[in-house]
């Protein structure tokens, strides 16, 4: 999965479509309404035609709904209005064929309904369109017919379902019940460009409240949105801001707060580590996922700094019990916070993001020293047994990115993240007993870290780091090649002759 970085991606909340009834869209309807019939035309078919006629498309309601009821929607026997529904790009019909209105061929659709204006006024579309003003400028009155039956033809686009969906929405205007029919996300989504079409205003709110309440796919949501502009700045508040927000740091502030959460609060923070990790991984914006690491990252560190401070030069007064019980949380919290570094780094470098991290790690001459002081005490011992194993861990990590180049740092940078971190490393390696086989594994990829960095410095530089370095050696000198490497690489160099002046 891919999230997304910023706000929206496409949602804007310019200037909303208002809802009027258009009078070229009347016009455009009343000029293809057929007035070249005899007067009891429809009135005849009205005796064949007693349900609707349709393709086999998809319905949004099932077909039983449409059977005529008396006085209620279809219903031939008191309907003063019909109505025919054809997809635009068919040709108005043009022939006596009783059949050629209701029955529809495989290769087309066309639906002849008997409806009732005073009911059709509920879309403000038709009640425009059935006006006194609109009745007396077009021909669509059987002036014949005492019933006075209006005749009307109204294109629907040509899209999978389309007649369907007029039905339902034109059925609709016989209830105010309209959760039986909208029921969900996809059947809002059809009825709803539909009644903003005739300007259905209950049938609109109907919708926008059913999708106001529910959960959305993602491809529901693209389709939601589409609709969006057609609706008023009140009815389309609520959807957007779900979509939307007014903080342009909306994301950042939220992968902020996952990470913490992660790290100090909740209950299984391995699982939740692991799916902040995911979240980190898929994230869109690799700038922001930098700057919240980052910012993470100084707030542990600086935690762990003041911890080992405060453990190193206590500054507080009391009872033996006292001192004790506060020095072992400074430890404590030093602990944990640096198996957050840890967790911090790691995925720093994974999104190649650590250049940071790195500076930052390079510039802790007061950080190692205190470090260097708690560790000679016994103390730590039985309190945080791992403190020093979880301190270089983060070191190597950091480290490995400037040897490998996954991180470019500086010369300076690369002197200082060694000359720094040397010290615990060889403190570590002299006096931590009994070593744990995966410490010793840390302590020797460290060891051959340092060594290729200190070989990417200059000659004056590396002298001054190698002879620190002895303490890499091994009682059998086989077992360390990776300082016999690094000395015979200095000695080569440093036995060149210099190269004459050009």
């Not at 035309?41 to 349709?54: A, G, N, P």
């Not at 944990?336 to 390079?362: K, Y």
Request: proline content about 4%; some cysteine.
């Amino acid at each position: 999965m891919t999230i997304g970085g910023g706000g929206a991606g496409g949602v804007t909340s310019g200037k909303k479509r208002q809802r009027v009834v258009s009078n070229s869209r009347i016009s455009s309807t009343i000029g293809i309404i057929d007035s070249s019939r005899p007067d009891n035309t429809l009135t005849e078919r009205s005796q064949k035609t007693t349900c609707i006629r349709r393709t086999a498309s998809k319905t949004v309601i099932p077909s039983s709904s449409f059977i005529a009821t008396s006085g209620g929607f279809n219903d031939s026997a008191t309907a003063d209005v019909v109505l025919r529904l054809f997809v635009d790009q068919l040709p108005l019909f043009d022939t006596d064929d009783s059949e050629s209105i209701s029955a529809v061929d495989s290769d087309q659709s066309d639906v002849q309904i008997y409806l009732h204006s005073n009911v059709l006024r509920r879309s403000k579309y038709f009640a425009a369109l059935l006006s006194d003003r609109w009745k007396k400028e077009s021909n669509d009155v059987d002036s014949g017919n005492s019933s006075r039956m209006f005749r009307l033809n109204l294109a629907v686009p040509s899209t999978p379902g389309s007649i369907d969906h007029h039905l339902t929405v034109l059925q609709l205007l016989y209830t105010n019940d309209f959760s039986t029919t909208i029921h969900n996300v996809s059947v809002a989504l059809c009825v709803l460009p539909v009644a903003l079409e005739l300007i259905f205003e209950d049938c609109i709110r109907a919708c926008v409240r059913f999708l106001e309440a529910v959960p959305w796919t993602e491809d529901e949501e693209r389709k939601i949105l589409s609709v969006v502009p057609l609706l008023s700045k009140e009815e389309s508040q609520e959807l957007l801001a779900r979509v939307s927000i007014d903080r342009n740091d909306s994301s950042e502030e939220m992968l902020h707060g996952l990470i913490l959460s992660a790290l100090h609060n909740h209950p299984n923070m391995a699982f939740a580590k692991a799916f902040v990790a995911k979240l980190l991984r898929d994230f869109s914006s690799k700038r922001t996922a930098k700057r919240v690491l980052d910012r993470a990252f100084q707030s542990s560190l600086k935690i762990v700094k003041e911890s080992l401070e405060e453990y190193s030069s206590p500054n507080f007064r009391g009872d033996h019990n006292e001192t004790e019980a506060i020095q072992r949380l400074n430890l404590h919290t030093a602990m944990t916070n640096g198996r957050h570094l840890w967790w911090l780094v790691e995925r720093m470098i994974e999104l190649r993001v650590a250049d940071t991290a790195v500076q930052e790690w390079s510039n802790q001459a007061s950080f190692t020293a205190d470090l260097l002081r708690a560790l000679r005490d016994d103390a730590w011992r039985n309190i945080v047994p791992g403190l020093p194993a979880v301190m270089l861990r983060c070191t190597c990590k950091l480290s490995n990115a400037v040897a490998t180049g996954t991180i470019l740092a500086t010369r300076q940078v690369r002197m200082k993240i060694v000359k720094d971190w040397l010290p615990v490393l060889i403190l570590c390696k002299d006096n931590v007993t009994p070593m744990m086989p995966s410490h010793k594994t840390v302590y020797v990829e460290l060891e051959d870290t340092f060594l290729r960095i200190i070989s990417t410095l200059p000659l004056s530089d590396a002298q001054e780091l190698l002879q620190q370095c002895l303490s890499f050696s091994t009682r059998n000198v086989e077992d360390c090649p990776h300082l016999i490497s690094a000395f015979t690489t200095w000695f080569r160099r440093a036995n060149r002759f210099p190269q004459p002046d050009m």
